[in-house]
């Protein structure tokens, strides 16, 4: 281990090195990543290691427990859990919301969101702790290992960054041999599909998703199709946010979409495989199951369409598309995204009613909307059918003044033909 030690050092900027008996705080999910991590910085390097785990809607209370006993027989010094649910959902998922966010038209970023709120609950944790170093379980391959090295770097400047996994170029065997040379007892059986659940959305990898053709087979999504009749729910927002399903208000919306969840997830609805750039430069594919993240963004675009203008909608969409993008990317802690953020919230202002929305399996739609700042109102026209609020020759004059300039170039250019 000498060889491997001497591999991951990493220096920070200020060219200081975290030595043994030195606090390092683990960013700890009980995988077997972060179990490595634990016996590797406590055995080989001496580190006193404080784990923490920040839940964002993808643990129980049960496996929270679990993963807090197994830190501790790993030999972490103390293991802390955040929750951070809630301040997850106001600080990122709510504009996610307000700009209907999907990743190329498909995805709600459901991973990349909540590991931007998990890496900056680490950080702060490791400011609390005056470590010396923080420390992540990310393999070299994918995104991210950039979003945490780059919000450490950011929020905790000065502070090693310590990640055995890539940096020890490390295979899955190679972890677990070494884990049962320690003496560690867990279940080291690789499971057909890696899953990864939180309040927006769950991901789901195997082996349909390594290659460019294939869809995940039923058995593999977490969720099992359980009902087949078709429900009708009434979502209520309030300046865009949710706050009630069916009548039932909720405290907080993080908890009406986890409730949300329970009604829409056994329709086997918002499923999907999304293909994407990573931050890394290569393309990747990953199966996800994202209901109520789903339905919601739908019919809370919906609401919009009736109580925005043309242009509120047109810039809205320009700028949430920015949004989602830079997000993805681990940008969260750029200052433009406050910018956008303030504009999101203030596009909320009249986006409150009820969407009235059908379940089936594997699908849904929206039946329609009521709202008191509805500007499909009757009293001004209904479409195709009759003018109230203008007579004809309002349009004619109209049509004449909105397309003068065009006229005028078609003139001119006809006359030097």
């Known amino acids: 281990m000498e060889q491997q030690q001497d591999n991951n050092t990493a220096t920070n900027p200020s060219g200081a090195t975290a030595k043994a008996g030195d ?52 030999g972490v010094s103390s293991h802390t859990t955040v929750n951070a649910v809630k ?25 990349s969101a909540e590991r931007l709120s998990q890496a900056l609950h680490i950080a702060e944790h490791a400011r609390k702790m005056n470590a010396k170093a923080v420390v992540h379980g990310s393999t070299g391959a994918g995104n991210d290992q950039v979003r945490f090295d780059m919000i450490f770097n950011i929020m905790i400047p ?50 349909e998703t390594l290659q460019s053709k294939g869809i995940l087979p039923e058995e593999a999504w977490p969720t099992q199709v359980t009902k087949t009749e078709a429900e009708e729910v009434k979502l209520h927002f309030e300046k865009g946010e949710l706050r009630s399903v069916n009548d039932q208000v909720f405290e907080h919306p993080a908890q009406a979409i ?15 495989i999304h293909v ?34 043309k242009w509120q ?45 059908q379940l089936l399996p594997y699908r ?12 499909m109102s009757s009293k001004f026209g209904k479409y195709g059918e009759m003018n109230t609020g203008w007579s004809g020759q309002d349009v004619r004059g109209f049509s004449k003044i909105f397309g003068n300039q065009t006229a005028i170039y078609h003139n001119v250019k006809s006359s030097q033909q």
Request: glycine share 10%.
């Open 23 to 74: 606090i390092v705080v683990l960013g700890f999910s009980g995988g077997l990543d972060t179990s490595y991590c634990v016996k590797y910085l406590t055995d080989d390097r001496g580190f006193q290691v404080h784990s923490v785990i920040v839940n964002t809607g993808g643990f129980s209370d049960a496996e929270l427990a679990q993963i807090e006993k197994h830190a501790y027989a790993l």
């Open 158 to 207: 000065g502070v090693e960054i310590i990640t055995p996994i890539r940096d020890l170029q490390l295979s899955r065997e190679a972890e677990i041999a070494y884990l049962k040379q320690k003496g560690v007892a867990m279940n080291f059986e690789k499971a057909a599909y890696s899953i990864n659940k939180g309040l927006w959305g769950t991901s789901v990898g195997g082996k």
């Open 258 to 272: 986890q409730y949300l969840q329970t009604l829409a997830g056994p329709f086997g609805i918002g499923r999907d």
């Open 276 to 309: 994407g750039d990573t931050i890394i430069g290569i393309k990747g594919r990953v199966g996800f199951e994202a209901a109520a993240p789903m339905v919601i963004l739908k019919a809370h675009h919906a609401l919009e369409k009736h109580v925005l203008t």
């Open 364 to 375: 849904f739609q929206v039946i329609g909307i009521q709202s008191p700042f509805d500007l």
């Open 87 to 111: 301040s997850y959902y106001d600080s990122i998922i709510k504009y996610l919301i307000y700009g209907n966010v999907l990743k190329n038209n498909t995805y709600p970023l459901s991973v």
């Open 313 to 357: 909608l047109g810039w809205k969409d320009q700028l949430a598309q920015f949004y989602g993008n830079w997000l993805h990317e681990g940008q969260i802690l750029d200052p433009v995204m406050r910018d956008i953020e303030a504009y999101l919230e203030s596009s909320q202002e009249q986006v409150t009613g009820d969407v009235f929305v």
